[in-house]
């Protein structure tokens, strides 16, 4: 890959991280493009999937969501869930550390855009136990 194609990147031009509940297509990150204080990719739900409750020690997040419904919760300063309906167009902030979860309520996948910051928290998601790399060949 010449740098500026590491400058421009699409979801299938890298190695997917798979998961029983869907898949990242991390774009943007350290190990991707030398990106220094954050990291990004698009998120792929299938209909009825989605990722159980978990948060980003150190970390903030962005969600974008660019295709598809579904249920976002959030938990509050309090630690209580909350939780919204979601479609295209809305974002997201979930502050460092806090608990979260996605799921797709719709009949089609959601497509979502991740922002963390700083970078690192996707390196974390290698370690789940149904964690599998998708080559970018194979999508």
Request: net charge negative; proline share 9%.
């Amino acid at each position: 890959m010449s740098n500026m194609d590491r400058i421009f990147v699409y979801p299938n031009d890298v190695d997917n991280f798979g998961f029983d509940w869907g898949r990242l297509a991390l774009t943007v990150g350290p190990e991707v493009n030398g990106a220094k204080h954050l990291s990004a990719g698009v998120v792929f739900v299938p209909p009825g999937q989605g990722h159980t409750r978990h948060n980003h020690p150190g970390a903030e997040e962005l969600i974008f969501i660019i295709k598809g419904k579904g249920e976002q919760m959030v938990e509050d300063e309090a630690g209580k869930p909350v939780t919204r309906q979601v479609g295209p167009g809305c974002s997201i902030f979930i502050p460092e550390s806090r608990f979260h979860s996605t799921l797709n309520t719709g009949e089609e996948a959601m497509e979502i855009f991740v922002v963390y910051s700083p970078a690192g928290p996707e390196l974390a998601l290698r370690e789940l136990p149904d964690f599998h790399l998708i080559p970018a060949a194979d999508l």
